[in-house]
Every structure is written in C-alpha cells, then in structure tokens.
C-alpha cells in the first residue's frame, strides 16, 4: 500500500496516535521492555516523515500518561533518559524539515534534564510551519479537563466571565490543545480497544483505527493504510447520508 492510493484532498488535519505495544514487542524477543521503546523511536521517524509527505499538518503522540509513573522505576528512567538521548539525536533534524516541536501535560513532573532539552527542542522549533508535532508527556485527559473547568470557575469568581458565558468555544481555550484543530483520526496500535484517559473531549467526532500490530511494527505503510480507511469512512458529526448527499 503506498502514498499514490490516497485521495491528497481529503487528508485528515490533525492525527492522534497512542503507541501502544513497545513492551509486548520486547517481550516477543526476549528483550527488557526498554528494547522495544528504543525501536519505537524508528517508528515515530518513519510515521512523521509519511505525515509530512501526504500533508498532515498535525501529528500529537501519547508518549507518556500519568499513569505510566507507575512503572517499574527501572523502566520510567529509562524512558526518560531515552526522551532525552532521542530529542539530543533529533532536534536538528526536526529543524531541518520544518518540524514544529511542542508538549502537552504537566511536564513540569518530567525530570529537570527532560524538561531543559524539551524546552530547548521547542524554542529551536517555534518556528516551523511543515507540521506540528505534539508529545503528550505525562498527560491525562481527565485532569486536562479538571484544569480547565478551575480555570473557568477562577475566572467567574474573579469576574472575568460570568457563567452565562461560558460555552464550548470558551472551555476549549483553556485546554492544552486550544492551538490545534480537534483530531480528525486516532490510531492506536498493539491490538487494544481504548482510549486511555487520551484526549477525551478533543475525540469526541474523530474516526478511531485500531490494528494488531505492535507499534515497533508499525511503519510508513501503516500509516498510510491508516488513512486510506479514514477516507473509506462517512463522517456524519450527527447528521443522516441523506443529509450529506450520500
């Protein structure tokens, strides 16, 4: 399956990927789940340069949640340590090809060296225009949510709004995303049949993939397999066939 099979005016804006499986991978082999995180790095490379070439403009990847602190320490430092080796690796690159890097979540929790060399990816990158690349690092939905319904109490409390005023428009400004357009696609590999506290109110219409395949697996071809079966689909956002022309 190749690039020339897709329809170039009906490629999704924005993509949302929860890489799932690095672990499974590892284990299939033998190797310690951080083996399967490091070959992972070769799948991000291979989707964001097929994003680039069919014209995603944007590309947000669940990296890290909130409940990944959980792991095993041994596993969580080294993912860590391997967030900073692949920024260290990467960012020029990046820079090259017109990637602009940014996160969500409260990264502010990621070690002090993670949050300097992703502060310093994102300067380097603020720039670009190609694509935007998002990392979700230690996000959850749910408090991305919580967060932003305090805001808006703050801001009836501090007169700033009152409660008559607020509005799905006004809730979205203060999430983490009020930059970017809601997804229109979410992938998520290895098999699983969930979203996983990811981007809840952002999914709301999106078309959900799911495939078997382990993320270390999942390649260029697989994305674009991807979007071939979002343009197979008939997106109705509540509406009939009937009412769509169809």
Not at 84 to 93: A, G, N, P, Q, S
Not at 100 to 122: C, H, Q, T, W, Y
Not at 224 to 229: D, Q, S
């Amino acid at each position: 399956m190749n690039k020339e099979e897709l329809d170039l005016n009906n490629i999704p804006k924005h993509v949302a990927i929860i890489m799932d499986g690095n672990g499974r991978w590892a284990k299939q082999r033998d190797e310690d789940r951080v083996f399967g995180h490091i070959n992972g790095v070769k799948s991000i490379r291979e989707v964001l340069e097929a994003a680039m070439e069919i014209g995603v403009k944007n590309l947000t990847l669940y990296a890290f949640s909130t409940e990944n602190w959980g792991r095993p320490k041994e596993e969580v430092d080294a993912l860590m340590s391997l967030l900073v080796k692949t920024l260290v690796d990467e960012v020029e690159e990046l820079n090259k090809n017109g990637v602009r890097l940014s996160g969500i979540g409260n990264l502010n929790k990621l070690p002090v060296d993670a949050v300097k060399m992703l502060n310093e990816s994102f300067d380097k990158t603020k720039l670009n225009d190609k694509i935007n690349l998002t990392l979700a690092l230690s996000y959850s939905s749910k408090q991305e949510i919580t967060d932003a319904a305090r805001s808006l109490a703050e801001d009836v409390k501090n007169g700033v709004l009152s409660a008559e005023d607020i509005t799905e428009e006004k809730f979205e400004e203060k999430l983490n995303t009020n930059n970017l357009p809601d997804p229109e696609l979410l992938i998520r590999t290895s098999g699983e049949l969930r979203i996983s506290n990811f981007l809840l109110w952002q999914l709301a219409y999106s078309e959900f993939y799911f495939t078997e395949e382990l993320w270390p697996d999942f390649n260029k071809e697989s994305f674009i397999k991807a979007i071939l079966h979002f343009q197979n689909r008939e997106r109705r956002f509540g509406k009939t066939s009937e009412q769509l022309g169809g």
